[in-house]
């Protein structure tokens, strides 16, 4: 028999690499839908709407998920949701019109609700003073997208784009035995929960739970929709291959994984205001540089014509990703520490409604950075919106944090 503490840590390592596989899914159209936009002839938008699907899906699943982790157990309602995956993941390499893609699409970025799931049955195995380090191992997997990044670009390279859902259907698949094998129900975890989806809607007239809403939906949705959209930027903006756009697009999905952990442990010795306030700050300097375009122009001197270029090279580009993406994975964990917080008796709840507005974020901002690159021509312009999504959180944090000083 099997001791109480290699349980818990068997439940924690083979979570995580379940979540990090369901993530790399989740994120497959960052680099497959590349040749599949080439192949179908689709405008940026298009593009935008095929790789965000699977997000949508994911996030609005996020809330009965997390209702039937606590009624039914997260062992049983991950396995069921990674097996439900497979056939979708199998399936795209035959797909062949744009609507196969979303159809298919959708089925598949279930496993992005793989969050909701394992985050409280991981967090159940553990005493609460060790909590918030297994939710950050956990929370971790976001590094699938990275995966996702090392991985597709090669079997791209091997045998086409349509290798990659095969390889991938076949990983979840393994994934999903191993896991079954590996981890463990304790009815003791099981609670009834009493939160409704209605109350849980009904809390977004609180204006806190906007705020964290809006927080989120930028160093989480953000963090996703540039996950989704980097590899082809570096493709388009730098004229790089898809095996190095991929690499590079990493150095942002990597820190923004795993570094999320660390995050926690700031807000709990600063406070969340203080290390979100940072992020935010952050991300507003780097957006604002990232939103200049590639230009030329004229001055006209005493001595003749002077030409200038200003503009982002690759490397500073890349560093200054690699500066958002560690600020969205400490942002990532203060947000949910303002969660916990202020709501101590409603964390799930509000936790559901904070996670489902960042995933919405992370739909919406893909489909708009394509709406906005058709409109205007210039790639920047998706940090332009990040830029200006950025200012409102600032803008929020101040007037509602001086409000609560001065009172």
């Given amino acids: ?16 690499l379940s979540f990090t596989v369901c993530f790399m899914v989740w994120m497959m159209l960052a680099v497959v839908g590349i040749p599949i936009k080439e192949k179908l002839g689709l405008s940026e938008t298009e593009f935008g709407i095929l790789a ?56 598949m970025g279930l496993a992005g609700g793989s969050f909701s799931v394992g985050t409280p049955y991981v967090a159940r195995w553990f005493p ?39 390889v991938y259907a076949g990983i979840m698949l393994a994934m999903a035995v191993i896991f079954w094998f590996t981890s463990y129900h304790d009815p003791k ?13 009904a809390l977004l007239k609180d204006p806190g739970v906007l705020r964290y809403s809006q927080y989120y939906s930028v160093v989480f949705g953000g963090y996703v929709a540039l996950a989704l959209w980097m590899t082809k930027y570096y493709v388009g903006e730098f004229g790089l ?12 999905s990597l820190p923004g994984g795993v570094l999320r952990a660390i995050g926690g442990y700031l807000s709990d010795k600063f ?19 990232l939103s200049y375009p590639q230009t030329d122009f004229v001055i006209h001197g005493k001595n003749g014509p002077i030409n200038l270029h200003i503009g982002l090279n ?29 709501y101590p008796t409603n964390i799930g709840a509000v936790s559901g409604i904070v996670g489902l507005a960042g995933g919405l974020g992370g ?23 990040l830029y200006g999504t950025v200012c409102v959180s600032l803008i929020w944090m101040h007037f509602s944090f001086k409000t609560k000083r001065n009172n």
């Avoid at 028999?1 to 995580?16: G, N």
């Avoid at 609460?128 to 956990?138: D, N």
């Avoid at 690699?322 to 202020?342: L, M, N, P, Q, R």
């Fill in 363 to 385: 739909f919406l901002l893909p489909v708009m950075f394509g709406a906005l690159e058709d409109l205007t021509g210039i790639r920047s312009t998706s940090f332009m919106l």
């Fill in 128 to 166: 609460k003073s060790q909590q918030g380090m297994a939710m950050g191992v956990f929370g971790a997997g976001n590094a699938g997208s990275a995966v996702n990044k090392f991985l597709a670009p090669g079997l791209i390279a091997l045998g086409g784009w349509t290798l990659v859902p095969g």
């Fill in 1 to 16: 028999m099997a001791s109480e503490t290699y349980k818990r840590y068997s439940v924690l390592v083979s979570s995580t």
């Fill in 241 to 252: 291959s898809l095996q190095t756009a991929a690499l590079l697009a990493a150095c942002f």
């Fill in 271 to 289: 406070g969340a205001y203080k290390v979100t306030w940072a992020v935010m700050w952050i991300c507003w300097i780097c957006f604002f540089i």
């Fill in 52 to 107: 965000a699907l699977p997000v949508l899906s994911g996030s609005l699943i996020r809330v009965p998920l997390g209702i039937w982790t606590d009624k039914y157990g997260g062992r049983i309602v991950l396995f069921a949701l990674m097996m439900l995956s497979v056939p979708a993941i199998f399936a795209m390499q035959y797909a062949t019109q744009y609507w196969h893609f979303l159809i298919i699409g959708l089925m």
């Fill in 314 to 342: 690759v490397v500073v580009f890349t560093v200054l990703m690699f500066i958002v993406g560690i600020a969205t994975a400490v942002g990532k964990a203060s947000v949910f520490k303002f969660v916990a917080d202020d």
């Fill in 189 to 201: 975890h099981l609670v009834s929960s009493s939160v409704s989806l209605k109350e849980q809607l």
